[in-house]
């Protein structure tokens, strides 16, 4: 096989464009490599010493993995729930899964049963796969879908059998769905992004040829991403261009301040992957002698504060390289080369694969300097060559998203004379915390349904550690409504969804704002220059907001 090319915008041209034959020459050509691994950590229940595994083992695994679900008659069109938390044995029952033309639908560990229960329906699941510290978490999921869905371990010597109808009888293509990741979306439920096999692969092949200051080295390199498996950017983005470059994916249960440079330098990691927050989180930590101790050479990541960014650099020693990317895209932009303008939000230039457009709410393309809608597409005569297949179920959401021949990517953005693109908001109803994309229209679906509540308008707020924080203005139903009520509204919310989707910050206001026709004003709730968060009748549950045992794990 050919070695990889950083210059290639496409395929090698004897390169497999499935998952499954992909996958096995790459393990064929890196066998001796390490390709998972794990930190030590004696308090998690899978691995409490540590692992690390070739790629020739892990082939060896996916091999009987696959052969488990084959020998259950799983296999071509279905579609299997996966809740594995962030071990490594997801990505080698995902492997498996691909092989077969499974889809695999990554169950978020997070979700209260209302909301896998919802997963489960819209996507049609065959199985429902799980570990033994996360199988009642799944089974509530099920029981409440209301569906009779079979659940297996991965502990289980053999799986439940298949149901009908059988699998389909055609190869699997590059365009078969190799996945179906579940995104926030504007319009209450999350959608599902439906990636084909020619879409991950093409993703990690395009992060591991940006070139400038990613460059993977020949002997492949040892990246940690604390991020989690059930996303798009540890479980495909990265996932593949490991396969790709021969390197090691290192996988922590999740970020941890004081567990980072410890677990780095214990598991020589060369690359590190991060999200925003995870920057001022370690700013914070006093200066010690493991700020320099590591072997990190440059990181990528998305939503560095760039009044941080030149600070982490000097103390820490290693760029951080800005990109920007989204589960329906699988091409990232990024400030790969130089100069980065790492005093502003610059997320780099298009390239060939990827074209970039800044439009009004018209489509019309704006001059530069002026903020608009980003909009992208691969090239004129295939503008869909890489991107997702679709939003699972809803054909017209789909559409819409590529009105015009563009996908239109919510994001505002301004673009210069020279082609940079500088990251400016979200023009989406969406909360961005801790790298969560949180829909608003959800949350106040979910506080509408309480009877306490009269009315309720969602909007994100600035938070110091996790970029935004959920604010619910809510119009209560009574006469009082105070700090015990707001915690009756926060309880409600955290029996019905992930933790991180409740309102962080609640306030009482005896009206919304709206138009003629009864659309709320968000941007009329508040007074010009006046800070949500000090209105007199704001409380602040942040500290509340915790992971909960129970149905949604720990």
């Known amino acids: 096989m050919t070695p990889h090319d950083p210059n290639a915008a496409e395929f090698p041209p004897d390169m497999p464009e499935t998952i499954g034959p992909y996958f096995r020459a790459r393990a064929a050509q890196y066998a001796a490599r390490p390709f998972l691994a794990a930190p030590a950590d004696d308090a998690r229940p899978w691995h409490p010493a540590g692992m690390e595994m070739t790629f020739d083992q892990a082939a060896r695994a ?8 084959k020998d259950a008659g799983y296999g071509h069109g279905h579609r299997i729930a996966v809740l594995l938390g962030n071990r490594p044995e997801m990505l080698l029952w995902k492997l498996a899964l691909a092989d077969l033309g499974i889809s695999w639908v990554p169950v ?5 049963p209302a909301e896998t229960a919802y997963l489960l329906q819209d996507c049609g699941a065959d199985l429902c796969l799980a570990t033994k510290e996360m199988a009642a978490q799944m089974a509530d999921g099920i ?7 079979a659940l297996a371990l991965i502990e289980d010597d053999a799986l439940a059998p298949a149901p009908r109808p059988a699998p389909l009888t055609g190869p699997v293509t ?11 979306g504007t319009t209450g439920r999350p959608k599902g992004c439906i990636l084909s096999h020619q879409y991950e692969l093409l993703m990690g092949e395009w992060y591991a040829g940006r070139g400038g200051l990613i460059q993977f080295d020949p002997g492949g390199e040892r990246i940690y991403c604390p991020l989690p498996l059930f996303h798009v950017n540890a479980g495909i983005f990265l996932f593949f261009a490991v396969i790709a470059t021969g390197s090691t994916q290192i996988i922590p249960d999740r970020f941890s301040a004081r567990a ?8 020589r990691a060369s690359v590190a992957h ?4 995870i920057i001022p989180a370690l700013m914070k930590q006093p200066p010690g002698p493991l700020d320099r101790a590591h072997s990190i050479k440059w990181a990528v990541g998305a939503g560095v504060e760039p009044t941080l960014h030149g600070a982490f650099e000097e103390r820490f020693g290693f760029p951080l390289i800005e990109v920007w990317g989204m589960t329906e895209m699988c091409r990232i932009l990024g400030a790969t080369h130089e100069p980065r303008q790492i005093d502003t939000r610059a997320i780099g230039r298009a390239c060939p694969g990827l074209e970039v457009r800044v439009v009004d709410d018209d489509g019309a393309e704006l001059p530069p300097g002026t903020a608009g809608e980003m909009v992208l597409r691969h090239s004129a005569s295939t503008p869909r060559r890489g991107a997702f ?27 210069d004379e020279s082609g940079t693109v500088f990251f400016v908001d979200r023009r989406k109803n969406i909360v961005r915390r801790s790298g969560e994309n949180i829909a608003a229209a959800e949350v106040e679906a979910c506080l509408l349904a309480h009877s306490e509540v009269t009315q309720v308008a969602v909007i994100a707020v600035p938070d110091p550690i996790r970029d935004e924080e959920v604010m619910a203005c809510v119009v209560a139903s009574g006469p009082v409504a105070g700090a015990e009520l707001a915690r009756r509204l926060l309880d409600h919310a955290m029996d ?7 309102p962080g910050w609640i306030v009482f206001v005896d009206g919304l704002p709206v138009t003629g026709t009864q659309k709320i004003q968000k941007h009329a709730i508040f007074g010009a220059g006046q800070d949500p968060c000090l209105h007199p009748r704001a409380h602040d549950l942040r500290q509340l907001k915790k992971r909960r045992p129970g149905p949604a794990g720990s």
């Open 108 to 112: 978020n560990p997070d979700y209260r």
């Open 496 to 502: 019905k969804m992930a933790y991180y989707k409740a």
């Open 174 to 184: 590059p365009q078969s769905e190799a996945s179906l990741i579940y995104t926030s």
């Open 389 to 415: 297949s679709g939003y699972l179920n809803l054909p017209e959401a789909t559409e819409e998203a590529w009105r015009g021949g563009w996908f239109h990517t919510g994001d505002t953005v301004t673009m």
């Open 62 to 69: 996916v091999a009987r993995n696959r052969q488990a679900l």
């Open 143 to 149: 029981a409440e879908s209301g569906g009779d869905i």
């Open 260 to 267: 980072w440079w410890p677990d780095i330098i214990e598991m």
């Open 274 to 277: 991060y999200l925003g927050i």
